[in-house]
């Protein structure tokens, strides 16, 4: 216009701008407006000064100099309804015993509430009656909000979980949309604290802490104490490896010259006898050395489950036969049933048939000739009792693996029923044992997530019963080169108890190597002079022998003499397997040599760090000889 003012229709009315001041002031239909809704383009500035604007409804036709634009007047806003938790409180209601609410809410300064009266609603109104559309409102919660929230013409406002504390809610009202100047109506609000928020908790608070801070560091302790004794635990490990070391280097000894006698004398040679005798009670040691160090190394969580998928119904009855020929020689009724030809599952090959060996191997050593022992392998289904509530409840099934041993032998009293799956507790002193077949069995089992059992009476018999869970949801692995060990281990204690009975086992017929012409040198370096002689013995009619009695020595000689292979022991004085194997291979001129390692340390860490080394091959004492001599053939022809 001629003012320099935009005059701007919209589709909710006609609207002036002040370009100077930046402010708006809008006009509806109370204003004389033919309608809210004008066409587009329709308007038009005549030559007189006067405005023409065409709406859906007529058109206006104004002067804007003559147009007489009234002051905005000042609103003042009132709270006019409270609600607390969706029901509206008036004045002189009671809540709770006590009145909220002695005057009206809109003369009210202050209003105190408790903690869980914190669902609240405010209600309001500026009277304006001429234009009461173009009202709008903004709120503030003084100690919730940093600035007034713009609530457009809405006349309520919702306030949830409000945590305790004081608060002033404020509310203003404007025409123009200029807040500066408008007016505005407060409240005091107070939200009481719950009794545990209060001063005199809090110095409850301040005690228990303390006393938390005390269990805290007692725990702490405790912790620092069960560190302690898990290291102590890896030192104790540490000293069976040692240990083993030290008994497995005799057995060494004593295995392989036997081996040798019992395949060269004949059947009627009286030797033959006292080597057998030698032969078992070598194998027997050597079993009890690996299960101290299984039962250790479970002990300390260095034997972890390895689940393979198998058929536990077969792999137990070839478990069960193994046990056939003791059976038979002590006269017993020896029978394996199972409701099921195969019964599919995830389990540790290694562990579940320690643990079937250890129990049928207690039964036929604690059931007297002419008994008789019963294995039988089930599939059965178990009902679990469900959640819900507390006359319907969802039960679940759930199948599992039943392996029972059953015997007629000596049965146990019922102090040894409650004892006997303690650790090192032994029943019989009169029998064989260590005292940890069935506290470490019962370990096995718990590996697993089964259970055990046992039911039985005196001189009437003993019935082990274990249950296993059919696990086909877990992830499994292939495991090599693990099982045979023990397979072999189990045999060589069905022999020892065999030789109880006076049964004497077969002899194994040792294989003769084919001798040749140009012999390959092996470098044996070995700081047991009695197993070097021995070893010496075994390799010389094949082979070149040089020897050295430890790393040192067994360095200085490859690099003189060059040989094709070296047979080294890991523990060692001045140098050890490793670091010579190490030295080996990191040597341009005998880094082409195979470097096999003998050694009692048979952990996996070992193995790992020998490969690591540049050991060609790992091989644990004790070994057969024949398989020493395939091994070293074979790497010699690689």
């Given amino acids: 216009d001629e003012n320099h003012?935009?005059?701007?229709?919209?589709?909710?009315?006609?609207?002036?701008?002040?370009?100077?001041?930046?402010?708006?002031?809008?006009?509806?239909?109370?204003?004389?407006?033919?309608?809210?809704e004008y066409q587009s383009k329709s308007i038009e500035k005549m030559k007189d000064g006067r405005i023409l604007i065409g709406g859906i409804n007529g058109f206006n036709l104004?002067?804007?100099?003559?147009?007489?634009q009234q002051s905005v007047p000042k609103l003042s806003p009132q709270i006019t309804s409270f609600r607390l938790n969706n029901a509206k409180i008036y004045q002189g209601d009671s809540i709770g015993g006590r009145?909220?609410?002695?005057?009206?809410?809109?003369?009210?300064?202050?209003?105190?509430?408790?903690?869980?009266?914190?669902?609240?609603?405010f209600e309001f109104v500026a009277l304006h009656f001429e234009n009461p559309e173009l009202i709008q409102y903004a709120y503030k919660m003084h100690g919730l909000d940093d600035d007034f929230i713009d609530t457009g013409s809405n006349r309520a406002v919702n306030l949830s979980n409000l945590e305790p504390g004081n608060y002033v809610f404020e509310v203003k009202a404007s025409l123009d949309g200029q807040w500066e100047e408008a007016g505005s109506s407060a409240i005091e609000l107070t939200i009481l604290?719950?009794?545990?928020?209060?001063?005199?908790?809090?110095?409850?608070?301040?005690?228990?802490?303390?006393?938390?801070?005390?269990?805290?560091?007692?725990?702490?302790?405790l912790q620092v104490k069960a560190s302690q004794r898990s290291e102590l635990d890896q030192m104790k490990l540490e000293f069976f490896v040692n240990v083993s070391h030290e008994f497995r280097t005799p057995l060494t000894l004593i295995l392989n010259p036997v081996d040798k006698i019992l395949g060269r004398v004949s059947d009627s040679d009286e030797i033959k006898s006292s080597a057998l005798t030698i032969q078992r009670s070598a194998r027997r040691l050597l079993h009890l050395v690996n299960q101290l160090l299984d039962y250790r190394k479970m002990d300390v969580g260095m034997s972890p489950l390895q689940l393979e998928k198998g058929n536990i119904v077969k792999f137990s009855e070839d478990i069960f036969s193994l046990f056939v020929p003791l059976a038979a020689k002590k006269e017993l009724e020896y029978r394996f049933e199972s409701n099921s030809k195969s019964i599919t599952t995830l389990f540790d090959f290694d562990k579940v048939e320690k643990i079937i060996t250890n129990l049928i191997s207690n039964a036929i050593k604690f059931t007297d000739r002419g008994g008789s022992i019963t294995v039988t392998v089930n599939k059965k289904t178990k009902k679990n009792r469900g959640k819900g509530t507390f006359w319907f409840k969802k039960d679940s099934f759930s199948d599992y693996v039943e392996i029972i041993v059953a015997d007629s032998g000596v049965g146990l009293d019922k102090?040894?029923?409650?004892?006997?799956?303690?650790?090192?507790?032994?029943?019989?002193?009169?029998?064989?044992?260590?005292?940890?077949?069935?506290?470490?069995?019962?370990?096995?089992?718990?590996?697993?997530?089964?259970?055990?059992?046992?039911?039985?009476?005196?001189?009437?018999g003993s019935t082990f019963i274990v249950k296993l869970p059919i696990n086909l949801d877990s992830e499994w692995e292939n495991v090599e080169n693990i099982k045979n060990e023990f397979l072999i281990n189990s045999m060589n204690a069905v022999e020892y108890e065999m030789s109880i009975v006076g049964e004497e086992p077969a002899t194994v017929a040792q294989n003769n190597t084919e001798s040749h012409t140009k012999r390959p040198t092996v470098l044996i370096v070995e700081d047991n002079s009695e197993l070097r002689k021995h070893l010496?013995?075994?390799?010389?009619?094949?082979?070149?022998?040089?020897e050295a009695a430890n790393g040192a020595k067994g360095l200085k000689i490859a690099k003189k003499i060059f040989p094709d292979l070296i047979i080294s022991d890991v523990m060692m004085p001045?140098?050890?397997?490793?670091?010579?194997?190490?030295?080996?291979?990191?040597?341009?001129d005998t880094c082409h040599i195979p470097v096999l390692l003998l050694t009692a340390r048979s952990l996996d860490n070992d193995k790992v760090e020998g490969y690591k080394s540049g050991a060609d091959g790992y091989l644990s004492k004790p070994f057969v000889t024949s398989v020493l001599k395939a091994r070293i053939s074979n790497l010699l022809a690689t």
Wanted: proline share 3%; aromatic share 14%; glycine share 6%.
């Fill in 62 to 68: 104004f002067d804007p100099n003559n147009f007489e």
């Fill in 536 to 546: 010496i013995k075994d390799l010389q009619n094949d082979y070149i022998i040089k």
């Fill in 99 to 121: 009145v909220l609410l002695n005057e009206a809410i809109n003369e009210t300064k202050k209003l105190t509430l408790k903690y869980d009266e914190n669902y609240i609603s």
């Fill in 5 to 36: 003012n935009l005059w701007v229709t919209t589709k909710s009315g006609l609207s002036l701008l002040n370009p100077q001041t930046d402010q708006f002031r809008n006009f509806n239909e109370h204003d004389g407006l033919q309608g809210l």
């Fill in 574 to 588: 001045k140098m050890d397997g490793f670091e010579l194997c190490k030295e080996i291979k990191t040597d341009f």
């Fill in 193 to 221: 604290p719950p009794f545990w928020k209060t001063w005199w908790m809090k110095v409850i608070y301040i005690i228990v802490g303390g006393l938390l801070f005390w269990a805290l560091i007692n725990y702490y302790t």
């Fill in 415 to 460: 102090e040894q029923l409650k004892n006997i799956f303690t650790r090192f507790y032994h029943p019989d002193s009169t029998k064989t044992g260590t005292g940890i077949g069935l506290n470490f069995t019962k370990a096995l089992i718990g590996m697993h997530n089964g259970e055990i059992s046992v039911e039985s009476q005196r001189k009437k």
